[in-house]
C-alpha cells in the first residue's frame, strides 16, 4: 500500500503538485532549525549572563556548516533517487537512500570528531575570544 501511494506521487501526480507535497517537510525541517536557534536564544537570554547569549551566537555557524554538510547527502541521493524512479529501478531507489543516510551519519560522527580534535582553532575561526570562548564550547557540546 505505502509503495504504491509513491509510485502514484512520482509517476502520476502531476509536477507542481508532487514538489509540494515533497518540499514541505523539507521547508518545515528548515524551520525547525530556526525554531531552534531562535528558543535558544531566547531562553539563553533570560539568563540576563551576555557571555552565553554570546556562545549561542557564536556557534550559530558551525551547527549551520554541519547542517550543510549533510544536507548535501540528502540532495545527492535525492537527486538519484529520483532518476532511479524514473527508471522504475527501485533496488536503487533503496540504496540510494541507504548510503544517503550511512553517509549523512559518517560526515557528523567525523565533523563532531574533528571540531572535537580542533576545539581551539574552531573556537578562534567562530570569533570566540577568552571570555566567550568556555560558554561557545560548552553549547556546541
Known amino acids: 500500500?505505502?509503495?504504491?501511494?509513491?509510485?502514484?506521487?512520482?509517476?502520476?501526480?502531476?509536477?507542481?503538485?508532487?514538489?509540494?507535497?515533497?518540499?514541505?517537510?523539507?521547508?518545515?525541517s528548515s524551520l525547525?532549525?530556526?525554531?531552534?536557534?531562535?528558543?535558544?536564544?531566547?531562553?539563553?537570554g533570560m539568563l540576563n549572563d551576555p557571555v552565553q547569549n554570546a556562545a549561542v551566537t557564536l556557534a550559530a555557524p558551525l551547527l549551520l556548516a554541519f547542517n550543510a554538510v549533510n544536507n548535501l547527502f540528502g540532495v545527492g541521493a535525492s537527486s538519484m533517487m529520483s532518476r532511479a524512479l524514473g527508471r522504475r529501478d527501485y533496488e536503487t531507489v533503496t540504496r540510494c537512500g541507504a548510503f544517503?543516510?550511512?553517509?549523512?551519519?559518517?560526515?557528523?560522527?567525523?565533523?563532531?570528531?574533528?571540531?572535537?580534535?580542533?576545539?581551539p582553532?574552531?573556537?578562534?575561526i567562530l570569533g570566540a575570544?577568552?571570555?566567550?570562548?568556555?560558554?561557545t564550547a560548552d553549547y556546541l557540546k
Open 1 to 28: 500500500m505505502e509503495d504504491a501511494k509513491k509510485i502514484q506521487l512520482f509517476e502520476q501526480t502531476p509536477v507542481p503538485r508532487a514538489v509540494a507535497t515533497l518540499a514541505v517537510p523539507t521547508i518545515l
Open 32 to 44: 525547525v532549525m530556526v525554531l531552534y536557534n531562535l528558543a535558544d536564544t531566547y531562553f539563553v
Open 100 to 119: 544517503g543516510f550511512y553517509c549523512a551519519l559518517v560526515s557528523a560522527l567525523l565533523f563532531s570528531g574533528v571540531y572535537t580534535a580542533l576545539r
Open 121 to 124: 582553532q574552531f573556537l578562534q
Open 129 to 135: 575570544d577568552g571570555t566567550t570562548a568556555a560558554g
